[in-house]
């Protein structure tokens, strides 16, 4: 793939050399390929990605970047995909910046800890009086900064591991994994699920539901011990098998029993998410708002669109950039405010 990588400066991006034209004609190819982005049409969302960074988009090269990086659609490219998020960087892109140091954070070598610095000092020099990089991105870079560089992620998870922190256990095997150091990675999520450390409980479970004999006995009790470690993503699939179970037996009833069957259904999951959304576990904040959005839009209930509104700004502020576009909406709309 080609891209124009011409260096643009701060100042291009804050608008006083592109042109209008060029402006919009990038950002509606940008916003276009989120959305398909979102919907998982990745083929799709990539063509126009490329469109987009050819014609300047720094954004749009930070999630080139990050499907080189995770091997999304696009082959698994470490190496390429840190340019591209890197590029992002160089261009003033708040977002690249604190994606490459959360991949330093997560134990990405390729990244030095002089670039995670420097990306970190140049976000911290954003304008705080600019609503989204003031109210999250900001603060972030300088509290990082404050942290230190002085050990890199390994040296510090190594002892919180001599602490007795068993969840470092678990960041030591993903790191290794992320380098693809498959061997040393494997040791470490032996060592966190002897320890019972709950995403490691968890991950054995799902690589268990992929064989064609698994033994469901195991893989419901893996799931619940990951649920009373406090594993938000193991307590979203309680809450589906729950829903799925009462949906199963609805289709059996009839009449009244097959509605209540229905809204046991609906609670179930929604009383399981909401014990997600309180872990903090990222995925689940935005299917809580849609949620909460769609029961409101049903029934005009003021109190559900605010849980909407609070859902939607939970995530965006963990980082969901889906909710950011809905968070939008809201404002603009008055909902939940």
């Known amino acids: 793939m080609k891209f124009n990588t011409d260096y643009k400066s701060k100042e291009y991006y804050d608008g006083i050399y592109a042109t209008i034209d060029e402006q919009n004609a990038s950002h509606k190819l940008f916003m276009e390929a989120v959305s398909l982005y979102v919907a998982k049409k990745r083929k799709e969302a990539l063509e126009l990605f490329i469109q987009s960074a050819n014609l300047g ?30 590029h992002s960087a160089r261009q003033y892109s708040p977002y690249a910046c604190v994606e490459l140091t959360l991949l330093y954070d997560d ?11 420097h990306f970190l000092e ?9 609503e989204e990089l003031g109210g999250l991105f900001v603060p972030y870079a300088r509290k990082r900064l404050l942290e230190g560089f002085d050990k890199t992620p390994y040296q510090l998870a190594e002892e919180d591991v001599e602490q007795g922190n068993i969840d470092a256990l678990f960041s030591l095997y993903t790191m290794y994994k ?12 032996k060592l966190a ?3 019972k450390q709950k995403d490691a409980l968890l991950l054995v479970a799902k690589q268990m539901m992929k064989k064609s004999n698994a033994d469901t006995g195991t893989i ?18 309680m809450g589906q098998n ?5 949906m199963k037996q609805a289709e059996r009833a009839v009449g009244s029993q097959k509605i209540a069957l229905q809204e046991k259904a609906v609670k179930s999951r ?24 769609d029961m409101a839009t049903s029934d005009n209930n003021k109190d559900s669109y605010r849980k909407a509104y609070e859902w939607y700004l939970r995530g965006y502020r963990n980082g969901d950039k889906a909710c950011l576009e809905r968070l939008a909406y809201c404002c603009l709309n008055g909902i939940g405010t």
């Open 57 to 86: 988009h720094r954004e749009a090269f930070l999630y080139i970047g990050i499907m080189y990086v995770m091997g999304i659609y696009l082959p698994k490219d470490i190496k390429t995909g840190l340019e591209y998020i890197k």
């Open 107 to 117: 134990g990405y070598t390729a990244i030095s800890v002089d670039e995670a610095r």
């Open 242 to 246: 729950a829903y799925d179970t009462a």
């Open 122 to 130: 140049l976000l911290s020099n954003f304008d705080e009086s600019n």
């Open 178 to 189: 992320n380098n693809d150091q498959n061997d040393i990675a494997l040791n470490y999520l």
């Open 193 to 195: 699920y002897d320890n």
């Open 270 to 293: 929604l009383k399981w998410f909401l014990m997600a959304g309180g872990t903090d576990y990222k995925p689940v904040m935005k299917i809580l708002a849609d949620e909460f959005f």
């Open 220 to 237: 419901n009790r893996l799931v619940r011990m990951a649920v009373k470690r406090g594993n938000g993503e193991a307590m979203m699939i």
